[in-house]
């Protein structure tokens, strides 16, 4: 059964541009969390989706979007990049939404803002 | 406000010793204490979890052990070898609705020493 998937793994953008991330969750889950991670803040929650609906938010400012498809995979957004959106973002899908289920996370992709 | 309290920040371990990692959580109402192994390069992967309905969960050389009075959670690793230096992060939610999302400790790197 394949992970979570995410994409891409790297990328690095400059100040005030825009960043799409991609998640494809475990077969058959259809939650998708993003969590934000930084050595100075540690794993944040971002958002959280299930059946294309946004179920929780985070504290982030509305730079930070995301959304749900029909086959659950999800993309988040950041717009208007600044240097501190640096960070390893990880994508999680559960069963259900809500902490209901476990949680399993993908590899992350690592965005550098220059 | 840190929900969850983690310590200690770094441990060093010899081979075959016990690793023990505390955490500490505010909110009564959580109801789910996972905790995530982290190797470099890697997103968090779930390693054992627990429920407040009982004060401890084995699972191979991993035990969590739980206090709801003292609202303290820990994870004891047995037999430490090298293969489990990472860093480890203790989480806790309250399962259904829009606040299941997880809250997570800072994070223990633990290294173990051969």
């Known amino acids: 059964k394949a992970g979570v998937t995410q994409t891409p793994r790297y990328l690095i953008k400059t100040r005030g541009q825009q960043v799409t991330l991609s998640c494809s969750p475990i077969s058959g889950h259809r939650s998708v969390s993003w969590y934000q991670q930084t050595p100075g803040q540690g794993l944040q929650f971002l958002f959280e989706y299930f059946s294309e609906t946004q179920r929780n938010k985070g504290n982030f400012p509305g730079r930070f979007s995301g959304r749900q498809f029909s086959n659950s995979r999800s993309e988040m957004n950041v717009s208007t990049l600044e240097l501190g959106d640096s960070a390893l973002y990880l994508c999680?899908?559960?069963?259900?939404?809500?902490?209901?289920?476990?949680?399993?996370f993908g590899q992350g992709t690592r965005l550098t803002v220059v | 406000q840190q929900q969850v309290k983690q310590s200690p920040q770094s441990l060093i371990v010899q081979k075959g010793g016990i690793s023990i990692i505390n955490c500490a959580y505010e909110?009564?109402?959580?109801?789910?204490f996972p905790w995530y192994q982290q190797f470099p390069g890697k997103g968090p992967a779930l390693l054992i979890a627990?429920?407040?309905?009982?004060s401890e969960k084995k699972e191979g050389r991993f035990t969590i052990s739980f206090n709801k009075s003292a609202k303290q959670f820990s994870l004891h690793i047995m037999d430490s070898q090298p293969g489990d230096s990472a860093t480890y992060f203790c989480?806790?939610?309250?399962?259904?609705?829009?606040?299941?999302?997880?809250?997570f400790g800072k994070g223990t790197k633990l290294s173990v020493k051969p």
């Open positions: 909110n009564t109402a959580f109801d789910y």
């Open positions: 999680a899908s559960s069963l259900d939404w809500g902490g209901a289920t476990e949680a399993f």
């Open positions: 989480a806790a939610s309250k399962h259904g609705g829009s606040q299941g999302n997880l809250i």
């Open positions: 627990i429920r407040p309905d009982v």
